[in-house]
């Protein structure tokens, strides 16, 4: 992998725009898609790719985190207490992923993914079903708590309002997150936003800001050891790279304007279509 040539680099570099913008709408950080990218079309090692990953999730956090939290979408106090728990699982994900078969990693990543995805399809056609029939988001049914907070949503010329709950689950969850993040290169906001979503009841919105806020710290303590072991391939982090911090500046702007309702579906159809291609992936010679 040491020479990768132009018309690669330009490909590359194009699927990383596309990633930044998807990853950075869905809070997903792209890890989604560049560990199947560089498994199934560069046949790369997935431990290299998933190294790769966590390189590009950094830059996706970085590039758009500050502006979320400038314009009020990401919840800041929720987002450092889940980042405690989310943290620590990174670190034993990563130090667990190099004692696993590749295959096994690949068959993982696929099974994960498919009730997420469901759950979240599930949710945004019944926000859409409410949308269309003129309900607005119910308000907070109880006084504000420590990580209650609101948000302007443009796409509906309006402030919505939320209440947090169920903190503590979702903490021991956020581990889980954690460790998906060091131990298949996902960032752990494919756990992290429904999480967040379906059990904290964060609109998707402001789920997705807040994952993009956090999932940068968890993705940099796991890739210090996958850069100890040699594992990061530079020349495919730089090119990937380059195109996410592109794509991200323009996923800011498509998830301020969007219908949070097809945040919702447009994540799971794109998950589900990733985890069958690459559980099909894994199964071949």
Known sequence: MSELGLQTAGLLAVFGFLIGILGSVMGVGGGVFIVPLLVLW???????????SLV?????SSAVASVNVERGLANMRLGVVLEMTTALGSIAG?????????RVVQV???????????????????????????????PPARPAGP???????PSSS?????????????????????????????????????????????????ATATSNFLMGVSAAASVLIFFKRGLVVHELAAVIVFGVLLGSFVGMRVLYKAKPEKIQMGFSVLVI??????LAGAWRP
């Open 147 to 153: 990580f209650d907070a609101e948000f302007f949503d």
């Open 56 to 60: 590009a999730i950094i830059a996706t």
């Open 108 to 138: 993982l990543f696929s099974l994960v993914l498919f009730p997420v995805a469901v759950m979240m399809f599930l949710k945004g056609l019944r926000s859409g079903r409410s949308a269309l029939q003129g309900h607005g988001p119910a």
């Open 42 to 52: 560069l046949k790369v090692p997935v431990h290299q790719a998933i190294a790769v």
């Open 94 to 102: 990563a130090l667990v992923s190099n004692m696993l078969p590749d």
């Open 158 to 206: 309006s402030r919505t309002s939320y209440a947090v709950r169920r903190i503590v689950p979702a903490s021991l969850l956020s581990l889980l997150g954690g460790s998906l993040s060091g131990l298949l290169g996902l960032g752990g906001g494919i756990i992290q936003v429904p999480v967040m979503n379906l059990m904290c009841g964060v609109p998707i919105k402001a």
């Open 273 to 278: 279509l990733v985890a069958v291609r690459m």
